[in-house]
């Protein structure tokens, strides 16, 4: 941006308000996993063990509307341009799906974010409505790479909902309430994606005191008939965060959610296999004779974070998930993460951010194809911004 406002036509670019910027994002991992494929997982983004790869290179266009203001109606507008790996992660049906769901291609190209913004200052203290496909509303981390502490994303995230395309509404009622309302359809589906698609309803809101170093958000991120479709899931959320007065440089984040889908079918059952969809698990059920059954999960996972100077900062990640049924990771077990990540920025474009992370699948094997139940990996990326 600072060479075309230095152009030509420099001038009219600042008045429009349109910024084009990005980033390349690599990242590499050495595991105790060893198998081919994605044998990291349900670890990710570094789901292949002992490579380098290119995560996710983004070009974003937009215009930010000003929300900082209740005097003058105002718009703005994103699309997020995502290639790399990572789109493995952030695909929906019926968006350049094939790649993934039919070719299973390694590599491929996603619009994660492709929307516009209304802002409407006279409504309650200022309202934006969103309209499009965007980045699931809440979780302590998003998919794209600088939007995150660190490299790897806990599990919690990483089988969670990504996107969802329909029309969200976020309103400052005043200095301490935060209200959304919005009608989608539904996790990881687009309007015209029969029958992954649902009218899908979602209401959260953000409630901060204590000057700004408290904020509780609970949301409801995610409701219609739950039946079993690509990425159906309902889910109710908690996070909190909490700024440590006495000691600024730390805060913490804290995040609970259970999800359910309902009908699945039963691995288990030969008879239930024509009711799998591609990309979406079944589940293991508690009896072989049923064909379909009820698919809960639930996680915590907490975020200490401590900033050692201007370039530096630590984080420490812990959690614990309970894949009930194996329906979201495809193993029926409980889970640890423990992580230790350092932050460090290489000037001021490049961010380089190793990790070090120990898992375990409790109840049976999860980890290189599912035949271990420890998983240790150091792993790290960088982020150059441009």
Known sequence: MEAIW?????????????????????????????????????????????????????????????????????????????????????????????????????????????????????????????????????????????????????????????????????????????????????????????????PTFNACAAYTWNDGNDNIYPCLNALNDGKYAYNNLNATYFTWYHKFKTHPSLHISTEYWYMWERDVPNVLNPAASSLLETDANGAFCKSAAVLTCYAPEYAFVNYVEKQLGKKDYISIRNEFVNDEVGQRTGTKTWYSEHLLGWGHWIGSTVLFRPELRFERSYDRPAYDDQTKKNQFMFAGDLIYFF
Not at 13 to 26: E, F, L, M, P, T
Not at 36 to 46: E, V
């Open 6 to 198: 230095s152009g030509k036509n420099g001038d009219a670019w600042k008045r429009s308000g349109i910024q084009i910027y990005g980033w390349a994002n690599v990242g590499f991992n050495v595991s105790t996993s060893d198998k081919q494929g994605y044998a990291n997982l349900p670890a990710a983004y570094p789901e292949k063990p002992n490579t380098i790869q290119p995560d996710q290179e983004v070009l974003y266009i937009e215009r930010q509307p000003d929300t900082v203001q209740t005097d003058h109606f105002d718009w703005g507008f994103r699309i997020a341009n995502l290639w790399g790996i990572d789109y493995r992660f952030t695909t929906a049906k019926g968006v350049f799906s094939k790649q993934l769901l039919k070719d299973n291609k390694e590599y491929g190209y996603d619009p994660v974010m492709l929307y516009v913004d209304l802002y409407y200052p006279h409504v309650a203290q200022g309202m934006d409505v969103r309209i499009g496909r965007y980045i699931s509303l809440p979780d302590i981390e998003a998919q794209l790479a600088p939007n995150n502490y660190t490299y790897s994303h806990s599990l919690l995230y990483t089988y969670d909902c990504y996107t969802q395309s329909g029309v969200n509404t976020t309103t400052k009622l005043n200095q301490h309430w935060i209200l959304q309302l919005g009608l989608s359809a539904g996790c990881e589906a687009v309007p015209w994606t029969r029958p992954d698609a649902k």
